[in-house]
């Protein structure tokens, strides 16, 4: 994973590409992408979200996939940018 990691990231500045790395504790399949109410009780084997607060009923992984996609990061060290400074490339070649 670390390979692939590294690889993503040097694709993504080489382009001009953001990326965005969210903790991996972030409960995205846990959390309403309709109210944001947080269900801790949901196991993996469970694959469609229901909410108890406003009935949303979604397929687990579009609704971690929306939940992502509005994420946005506390620090900006979470984020690479979009342009590539010199150092930048120097450092991942």
Partial sequence: MGELSRQLLYKARWHGVEVRVADRF?????????????????????????CGACGLVIYRDLNAAINLSRWRP????????????????????
């Fill in 26 to 50: 972030f409960p995205s399949s846990k959390t309403c992408s309709g109210c944001g109410e947080v269900r801790n009780d949901l196991d993996l084997s469970t694959r469609t979200y229901s």
């Fill in 74 to 93: 506390r620090e900006h060290s979470a984020v690479t940018p979009l342009v590539p400074t010199r150092a930048a490339l120097l450092s991942t070649a």
